[in-house]
């Protein structure tokens, strides 16, 4: 490929899907129809082995910082657990994108989730100050503007702390559809900017496709049916797909189906199974239409060729199951028009309107991460492989290419910077702040080789990784280091921990270094001041899956 290096600072936007797994797009093997983002990786490249940090606000506050969430005050999720490095919120040890690029001329915009400013449960509105100490928020961090929530998840047609530049709004209409109005109000901040002298960075943070299972008629409609053939099939045809795309080694297996999904044979409820993916599947589906229009924006702009887009998605498909009779303090209990919402998976009723709070749960989760094992928490491949597509007409020779180098979000800053041919100040308020962990992938973008010089470290509530070029040291908390070649397996399933323990050694000491560093604690004390937080009611409700009645 010949290296092309473009003139002028592009226009930069980041988009990011919210428990998206790695097979769910079309381009990476997926029958949903994404025919944008499809677009976006033929004209542009994918990264077969781009890894999230495994979680909503960890991987927020890594890719906002180009640090470890640990040292950033988010080494867990917005509560305060009493520890500097586990505050919940964005801390001043850093400076992000946002503040980097307007230091160079950018104006920056934010839509959609935030997640990186402290817990927001409905039970402590009282307490919500946007912008205030531990609540800090995209206008306290470098944004121009913001529109969007600051919580995790909710509704997406009634969501709360929904504000406009730290200003609480309602949803007034009947037709509010949250994924529709990010796009809309990404589309509104751009408009009129671009130019030369004016370029823009815009962070787009879609909720779709969290839970709940919230979705349009129209869209749910074109996969009615779609899912009957159920998760064993669709993770195969999916396999098979990823290798005739080149995304995937094909002397890669796939991993058995998880010992706690059922075959689909055994199921007995499949129209309601298949409903569930569907509505999953239509939520995606919306998401893609969103980036088509914000496409057409860039090309009635005239600037889609100085504009760098990348797509990815927060962790790997999420297996949480919502219990019958459990209530999610971030989610209102009526809608708009005083109807009771129900939560939980119940068999008898519809899954996509407003009334219904439901998940897609771990079988489906399952299939969204082929061919790999685990989810969302884990850091398993399963858990942080995202499926990632980068753009830029004006600095790719040629579409298509798939890099597959391991790269990791806390490569994104410095990548920005470079394309953005910037630098990031080494004080943030007259206080030396950490360097950036990541290396810039900018040549790969621009046609050249690339590798990654330094190892990927991961870590989150106890579990691990070090991915050091075709080596993989990993562990499952409360579990043992696990090594795997990534070269020849990497599925993983064959664990080389007993026939390599030098490597299981040396990985070990590169873990242990990284740890003291971010400021990871150990995560048997973390458990005890979780507990007594609140956050959880036990030791053992912190990461569980609760399966339970599929079939």
């Not at 045809?237 to 795309?245: A, F, I, P, Q, V």
């Not at 199974?273 to 860039?298: F, P, T, W």
């Not at 180098?405 to 490569?411: G, T």
Request: charged share 25%.
């Amino acid at each position: 490929m010949i290296q092309k290096k473009p003139t002028r600072k592009p226009n930069i936007i980041l988009i990011m899907a919210d428990d998206m797994g790695y097979s769910d797009v079309g381009c990476f093997g997926a029958e949903i129809n994404t025919p944008n983002l499809d677009a976006l990786a033929t004209g542009g490249l994918r990264f077969s082995q781009f890894y999230n940090y495994a979680r909503c606000c960890p991987t927020r506050a890594c890719i906002l910082t180009g640090l470890h969430p640990h040292q950033v005050g988010v080494g867990h999720m917005t509560t305060d657990l009493g520890l500097d490095a586990y505050r919940g919120s964005l801390n001043e040890n850093c400076i992000t994108i946002a503040e980097a690029l307007s230091e160079s001329g950018y104006k920056t915009f934010m839509s959609g989730k935030w997640h990186v400013g402290g817990d927001h449960l409905i039970k402590d509105s009282h307490t919500w100050n946007p912008g205030s100490k531990g609540q800090p928020t995209p206008l306290s961090r470098g944004f121009d503007e913001h529109w969007g929530t600051l919580t995790g998840a909710g509704s997406y047609f009634d969501p709360i702390t929904l504000v406009h530049n730290d200003q609480f709004i309602a949803t007034e209409t009947d037709d509010f559809y949250y994924t529709d109005e990010i796009t809309d109000n990404a589309i509104r901040m751009i408009d009129g900017h671009g130019g030369d002298d004016d370029p823009f960075f815009l962070y787009v943070t879609y909720t779709a496709p969290h839970w709940p299972l919230h979705a349009l008629p129209e869209d749910i409609e074109r996969y009615r049916g779609t899912y009957y053939c159920g998760w064993d099939e669709i993770r195969t045809n999916r396999h098979e797909e990823l290798n005739g795309l080149g995304v995937l080694d094909s002397k890669w297996e796939i991993t058995s189906r998880n010992a706690d999904a059922p075959p689909w044979n055994d199921v007995k409820v499949k129209d309601w199974e298949s409903a569930r993916m569907a509505v999953y599947a239509a939520q995606i589906d919306r998401m893609d239409q969103g980036i088509g229009r914000l496409r057409n924006k860039l090309d009635s702009m005239g600037v889609s060729e100085d504009t760098l887009i990348i797509f990815l998605s927060d962790n790997g498909g999420c297996a949480e199951f919502l219990m019958e009779d459990g209530k999610i303090d971030v989610c209102p209990t009526h809608t708009r028009k005083g109807e009771p919402i129900i939560y939980g998976n119940h068999r008898d009723s519809i899954p996509g309107p407003n009334d219904f709070y439901m998940s897609y749960d771990l079988p489906w989760a399952n299939a969204s991460n082929t061919p790999f094992r685990l989810f969302k928490h884990w850091v398993h491949e399963g858990g942080i492989s995202t499926p990632f597509i980068a753009n830029w007409p004006r600095a790719m020779a040629e579409g298509g290419t798939v890099v597959h180098s391991p790269a990791h979000i806390i490569d994104i800053m410095p990548t920005l910077l470079s394309a953005a041919q910037t630098k990031r100040s080494s004080e943030f308020k007259g206080q030396p702040i950490p360097e950036l962990e990541g290396e810039s992938f900018l040549p790969a973008l621009q046609g050249a080789q690339w590798a990654r010089q330094r190892p990927i470290t991961i870590e989150h509530e106890g579990n691990g990784t070090v991915r050091d070029n075709q080596w993989k040291l990993v562990k499952r908390y409360p579990g043992d280091w696990e090594l795997y070649n990534m070269v020849e397996d990497r599925t993983e399933l064959n664990d080389l921990s007993r026939s390599n323990p030098e490597k299981v050694r040396e990985l070990t000491t590169i873990y242990e270094n990284f740890a003291e560093r971010a400021g990871v604690r150990p995560w048997d004390e973390m458990l005890d001041r979780i507990v007594s937080s609140g956050w959880a009611e036990s030791d053992s409700a912190v990461g569980e899956l609760r399966p339970g009645g599929y079939i």
